[in-house]
């Protein structure tokens, strides 16, 4: 709880630090499988890849909620509102508990409709099996996720990444025994994600119900809704949500355009290297998780100065994480292409996976602009605004896509350049909108400074201000 009230720099990078591992881990159970997987052949590799979409939504929801909470929670801390900051996390569960019975009986009876989209081919087939045992656990992500989401809220990143360290072992363990050993093959994946999952999960309940050493209680006890409270998590949580599912409806779209120019293969070097672009991405979307929680404490205290210094030095320490990441792909590209290609199966798609990555990895320094910008907006509980951003990007990667790749007949390649201008010009955008906020909230700080009682001491000033200046 003091790191977010504390020196922004430092805030920044410890809380970084373990957001960093943990979502690398969590980007690594897709990962894992894919690798696991691309030894049974180009079919099974691609139905893991048209599965990943579906559950990065239903990680996504889960992702959503514990942001609204994590957010409002961090707000609160900003006031020293213990007991606020409790009856948030509540309202958190009883959100959980209604997503996981919409989302798992939606996703399980639509799932196959959706992937009779691609055809009636074996990957379509494989996909379906695989998501079909993933949903069947969507309650335990959600309610992980919720728990994430709090302990984000209070500082606490240490935990999360330790419990994803352990889930993630657990993963990497029983996908060759369940895939081979078993004879499980697709579904073997898929099982050993959803054991690791709920070895997760009951860590969580292992802190919050027996333990009980966290800052925020989480109690599984009857409570009664809040409406204002539901209100202020799910103007953050259903944009971020939407976000999320954007990001992967995407993904879905462009293997649509894939499977009509080119077919089976060219979407399994898509999903393939799509992996890879979001496994690298991942301290880029950390520092932004980070930077929502110092934010956020910022924003409920109402220190808007200490919030533009947040913001200016997280966007210069992103784009040169983003370049040195783009640059690192670049020359590795060969050997990287080599965790989906070692198998005679799946060697022949490796120089397509490598001319991917290296026209891709062009826009990896845009990425901090439109990702921190989104973080800026579910600070202040902006949701719709994160949401706008994150719909002008994906909008552009999909229509230019669509037009490079099948309007002009560029194929493939066109479909790849499509990507790369969609995000450079949608995050530019995002970035200059968070600029103009951030400007404004200057100049409103700096009024309620001269307007400040001329005795005062600067401190007394901003105590001043802070009560007169409403919330975001």
Known sequence: MALLKGDPKTAIWKLSGPLVVSMLLLSAFNIVDAIWVSGLGEEALAAVGLAFPLYMIMVGCGEGLGVGVGTAIARRIGRNDQRGANGVAAQGLILAALLAVVFTVSMVLFSENIFGLFGDGEAATLASVYTKIIFGASAIVFFSELAYGVLKGEGDTRRVMEVIIAAEVINFILDPLLIYGAGMGVAGAAWATVISLIAEFLVMVYWFVVRKDTYVTLSFKRTPVRWPVISEIIKVSIPNTLGCSLISAVVIVINAILSTIAGDTAIAVYTSGWRVVTFVLVPLFA????????????????????????????????????????????????????????????????????????TVCIFFPAVPLGVLAGAFFMASGRGIASLTVTSLGVGMVSCLAYLLGDVMGFGVTGVWWGIVVGEVVGNAIGFLWMRHELGTLAVRAEEQEYAAPSGCSSNARGTAASHQQSDL
Request: proline share 3%; with cysteine.
């Open 287 to 358: 520092l932004s998780s980070a930077v929502m929680m110092v934010a956020g404490a910022a924003i409920g205290a109402k220190l808007y100065q200490k919030l533009e210094e947040v913001f200016r030095y997280a966007v210069r320490l992103g784009v040169g994480i983003g370049a040195l990441l783009s640059a690192t792909v670049f020359v590795f590209a060969p050997q990287i292409t080599l965790i989906f290609t070692y198998s005679e199966a799946c060697a022949g798609i490796a120089p397509e996976i490598v001319t991917f990555l290296r």
